[in-house]
């Protein structure tokens, strides 16, 4: 059986314990959406990187016939002037 990302992913205890001190904070969606693309600021970003944060973390599962787990696709739409670092975030 060959091993998949996510089967092969290990955290330490104390990694885990910090995964779950994050959970518990009541600002975790500001502290996530901000490290998202952080060299890219200006207040017209924070919509967009909400956006991005909501599909990274959404999505659906699927489950094939033969057990294997997959993730929903993530598709999105970027629209704007130019020079507004669209490219950047995808």
Do not use: W
């Amino acid at each position: 059986k060959e091993s998949s990302t996510a089967d092969s992913a290990r955290f330490s205890p104390a990694e885990e314990e910090a995964f779950r001190q994050l959970s518990r904070r009541p600002d975790v969606y500001n502290i996530l959406y901000r490290s998202i693309a952080p060299s890219i600021s200006g207040s017209y970003t924070h919509d967009i990187k909400k956006a991005i944060l909501c599909l990274l973390f959404g999505g659906s599962r699927k489950r094939l016939p033969d057990g294997m787990r997959l993730r929903g696709d993530i598709n999105v739409l970027l629209l704007g002037d130019p020079s507004m670092a669209k490219s950047q975030f995808l």
